[in-house]
């Protein structure tokens, strides 16, 4: 139940096109959903996050999908560029035996072709 | 840069040695959440430090320890080192403990037991 399942491992697409990564998870009392952006030899960046009382929510070329009652929330990058090749983590976050904690996707790794 | 700081950035010892990690969080922070990445896998969640005092217990080993000092400042204890050991260790910060303020991380210390 503490699980946040995250597809797919790795993408590659070609540059101006759309990345798709989605995640799920079980718990109900999650309520915090951020995406994390990682390059090589550095530490996870906070890139765009919802909670869920909005279904969307777009930041630039990113764009997060909430599906309360599916419990899946996924990361759109249109117009996908080189400089957006890096390892993705989606997390949740919530409430559960006393204290806030996050749970992390494990990762997607894409690449994008000039 | 996220404001949070990691010493050593790479460590090399060898097995059954002992090793710390030190992090110093943003300006502000009270919150101290430590995460190991292995090769290929996400982030696995450790312990979380509030104020001085631990706040949460993930999958850190017996052989792991970790506090915070009154300057907010944070280490990682880690003892009887195994080749399993082996990884990136990212500290993270928040303002609190709950899912209000999201994480930043550290560009995290790469520890190699040999």
């Known amino acids: 139940q503490q699980q946040v399942k995250q597809s797919p491992q790795s993408l590659i697409v070609q540059k101006g096109g759309i990345s798709i990564i989605n995640c799920a998870y079980e718990n109900t009392a999650f309520d915090y959903f951020p995406w994390y952006q990682q390059f090589p030899g550095k530490g996870p960046a906070l890139l765009i996050a919802?909670?869920?009382?909005?279904s969307e929510k777009k930041e630039g070329r990113f764009t997060i999908s909430f599906n309360k009652s599916a419990k899946q929330f996924s990361l759109h990058i249109m117009d996908s560029q080189p400089g957006d090749s890096a390892t993705y983590f989606c997390?949740?976050?919530?409430?559960?035996?006393?204290?806030?904690?996050?749970?992390f996707g494990t990762g997607t790794r894409l690449k994008v072709l000039a | 840069d996220s404001g949070v700081t990691q010493t050593p950035k790479h460590l090399i010892t060898a097995t059954g040695q002992r090793v710390t990690l030190r992090c110093s969080p943003r300006s502000g922070d009270l919150s101290v959440y430590w995460y190991q990445q292995s090769l290929d896998q996400g982030l696995q969640f450790l312990i979380q430090?509030?104020?001085?005092?631990?706040?949460a217990k993930g999958n850190i080993l017996e052989r792991f320890s970790a506090q915070q000092f009154p300057d907010l400042h944070s280490e990682l204890n880690l003892s009887s080192l195994e080749l399993g050991d082996s990884a990136l260790y990212f500290c993270?910060?928040?303002?609190?403990?709950?899912?209000?303020?999201?994480?930043?991380f550290g560009n995290g210390t790469r520890l190699t037991v040999t």
């Open positions: 997390a949740a976050g919530g409430a559960t035996s006393g204290t806030y904690k996050y749970i």
């Open positions: 993270a910060s928040s303002v609190s403990p709950g899912g209000d303020s999201p994480l930043h």
């Open positions: 430090y509030y104020n001085g005092e631990e706040r």
């Open positions: 919802i909670r869920p009382d909005v």
